[in-house]
């Protein structure tokens, strides 16, 4: 777990105005967020390296001398939906940085 340095949750005694029990759920909800975040960032890596193997092949494909490549308008639509999807990967994963950062703040905001 990450979240056990000082600045980012404060001890369960420290969360003025919450009960024991609401303290608990607050930081067990944060933790379970964190680990969903990690493991988002981990299938991203994953998948963005099946993705750079996707990239070799199509180029391995456009560069096919026996005459079995591909045309460069293949090309240029294959590299254009590889490229869409990356991107949309990337900032799917960068919504849920900001998410938990967000939810992160607010619950040492409640000290």
Known sequence: M????AWCIPPSGD????????????LDALLAAEEELIGAHRRHI?????????EMELLARLDDSA??????????EELSNILVDKAAAAAALQQQVTAFRRQMRAAAGQT
């Open 2 to 5: 990450f979240l056990t340095s």
């Open 15 to 26: 969360l003025a105005g919450l009960s024991e029990a609401a303290a608990d759920a607050s």
């Open 46 to 54: 994953e998948t963005t390296m099946g993705v750079v193997k996707d």
């Open 67 to 76: 005459g079995n490549g591909m045309t460069i308008e293949e090309y240029l």
